[in-house]
């Protein structure tokens, strides 16, 4: 039995398949890699995570992803699980087309209406952890939508004032004015005047810049 490495190359009419086109989009980079990494010149492989995950995505802790990926391939029709002399197979439902001249595969093909026993896997476990992670994923993006709303729809606090913080209005001796004549609250009250109104100012000139400076700004 030879198992040479043939190259494969995959095709406009591969992408096309119901099964690859079917799979969610987080899964497809693990059914490239079964195409062309994973499995010998029919499209199979040993089911052993950790092999696959190695052969994918050499150097990462993939194997819970490459779990969960399988998972969702199997359901888009995209490969078959089944096992024979006490080993579980995969077996994807189109293979790439290579030359396969002087090359077979080591393991048989799928059988046909016979139940499959998903132990490497992890069986049922692996996917109630799959339905778990997908429906905590969910969960907190429900709640990341509700934090978002709720900022979204609460009011603005009320601004300070300006003459909370402004300078008095009168002098030491009167420093809430007076109504008879003094140097000295005069001065004081043209200086509250100009506190205030170059605060105003800075204000509005920092709102401009913000508009200025947003997307659409060209750079000086």
């Not at 790439?96 to 046909?112: I, Q, V």
Request: glycine content about 8%.
């Amino acid at each position: 039995m030879s198992t040479r490495s043939v190259q494969r190359r995959i095709s406009g009419a591969d992408l096309e398949f119901p099964g690859y086109l079917r799979a969610p989009h987080e899964a497809k980079p693990t059914a490239i890699g079964l195409w062309t990494k994973a499995t010998d010149v029919e499209g199979r492989c040993l089911l052993v995570p950790e092999l696959i995950a190695a052969a994918i995505y050499p150097g990462e802790a993939a194997t819970e992803q490459v779990i969960l990926h399988v998972l969702m391939l199997e359901e888009s029709g995209f490969l078959e699980r089944y096992e024979h002399d006490g080993v579980e197979i995969l077996s994807l439902c189109r293979p790439l087309k290579a030359d396969t001249r002087g090359a077979s595969s080591e393991y048989p093909p799928p059988p046909r209406g016979v139940p499959r026993n998903s132990a490497a896997m992890g069986g049922a476990g692996a996917r109630e952890r799959a339905e778990a992670r997908v429906r905590a994923e969910q969960a907190e993006r429900a709640e990341e939508w509700a934090g978002w709303r709720e900022r979204a729809e609460r009011p603005a606090p009320p601004r300070r004032p300006l003459l909370l913080d402004a300078p008095p209005i009168g002098c030491v001796d009167h420093p809430n004015g007076r109504r008879e004549d003094c140097g000295p609250c005069g001065t004081a009250r043209r200086q509250h005047d100009r506190w205030v109104a170059q605060q105003r100012y800075t204000d509005q000139l920092a709102e401009w810049e913000a508009q200025a400076d947003g997307p659409d700004a060209q750079p000086w």
